[in-house]
């Protein structure tokens, strides 16, 4: 959630690496680059924060919390715990082939996750089609060391992914998706709404929402740029 929790922050901690690396002034930047808002676009953010709001939660109700053969209960874990690295992926081919098909990264990204879950779902015999992802977005990461500076400002969008059979089925229910999402105002009324719950409400309430954030979801889904 919005905030800087200095303990777990993988964005400081990324330019943090960056900066003790060998030369880095003239690497190849190895970051996401994202223009940040202007002026006036952060200008209507915080105007519309009200109808921004309404649209943030209306979006989170539309979906109660995720219950299949991954995430076998609502406010709880149980099982084993398993962890694996995954195999790394070439971003400049990544991002060449989403180019080639008239994608984002993101929607690639996503479009593999549905296929795959698709896949382990129907192994499990699991009919789930539909699953609840939260898209952990960053604002910026500025491209000079000295800019640098130690947060965690993001903000956690709630997203529905359609579990599809082919990859390329996925990456279109993903655009589709994402598309929404970039022509509407839930990420804002997503940053402005958890930066007001941080700034404003008890501890005890951002420990219900953390809480609550976590039972949702099936899995997180983040694009904090990283190496």
């Known amino acids: 959630v919005v905030g800087h929790h200095t303990h777990q922050d993988g964005i400081s901690q990324m330019q943090s690496f960056f900066i003790v690396s060998d030369s880095p002034k003239t690497q190849e930047y190895p970051f996401f680059t994202k223009p940040p808002p202007n002026f006036f676009q952060w200008c209507v953010i915080y105007a519309g924060f009200p109808y921004q709001w309404f649209k943030f939660l209306q979006n989170w109700e539309r979906k109660k919390k995720d219950i299949n053969c991954i995430k ?35 929607d690639l990204i996503l479009g593999i996750v549905s296929s795959s879950l698709k896949e382990h779902f129907e192994a499990n015999g699991d009919d789930t089609d539909e699953i609840s992802v939260s898209i952990h977005s960053i604002l910026e990461i500025p491209k000079n060391v000295e800019d640098y500076k130690f947060g ?12 599809e059979k082919t990859i390329e089925d996925g990456c279109k229910s993903a655009k589709k998706m994402m598309d929404k ?25 951002m420990r219900h929402t953390y809480f609550s954030g976590g039972d949702k979801h099936t899995i997180i889904l983040s694009n904090v740029p990283g190496f």
């Not at 965690?152 to 579990?163: I, M, R």
Request: charged share 15%.
């Open 72 to 106: 076998k209960h609502q406010s709880y874990l149980s099982g084993k715990y398993n962890s694996a690295l995954s195999s790394s992926i070439s971003m400049k081919k990544a991002k060449a082939l989403s180019k080639k098909m008239g994608l984002s990264f993101n």
């Open 152 to 163: 965690n400002d993001f903000v956690p969008l709630t997203c529905y992914l359609k579990l």
């Open 181 to 205: 999402f970039k022509r509407s105002w839930i990420p804002a009324g997503g940053y402005t709404i958890l930066k007001f719950y941080a700034i404003c409400l008890p501890h005890a309430f």
